[in-house]
């Protein structure tokens, strides 16, 4: 994989471990408090479980990333991008936020339309 490639990759990746910290670690603290726009701490520690699960999920989508890195196989990172994408596409239709497309979806779109171009 050439090395912007790489990168485009890489960034995906990073992206899905700071989501992973912040569903499974840092949920009921202020900084997940307010990432997620939770109503309360209190609903914030309802939750914590169904978010510790929600963060697992996004160290897979990491993982994937970062295998495909490794192995330099193009078709894996394809693989774990359109996932990532449809994710992000659900996340901000359920949740009504228009963000998450932004955060989530759109850096995996453009790199996959980069795996197209590249590849």
Do not use: D, R
């Not at 228009?98 to 980069?114: G, H, M, N, R």
């Amino acid at each position: 994989m050439i090395f912007i490639l790489t990168l485009l990759i890489a960034f995906v990746a990073l992206e899905h471990i700071y989501f992973l910290i912040l569903e499974m670690f840092l949920w009921t603290k202020p900084k997940g408090v307010k990432a997620f726009g939770l109503k309360s701490k209190a609903f914030a520690e309802e939750t914590k479980v169904l978010a510790a699960n929600q963060g697992l999920y996004n160290g897979f989508l990491a993982a994937g990333l970062i295998f495909s890195i490794i192995q330099k196989e193009i078709n894996i990172a394809i693989f774990f991008l359109i996932c990532v994408t449809i994710a992000g596409i659900y996340g901000s239709y359920s949740t009504k936020k228009i963000k998450l497309f932004y955060v989530q979806a759109i850096p995996a779109i453009i790199t996959l339309l980069a795996c197209f171009l590249f590849s």
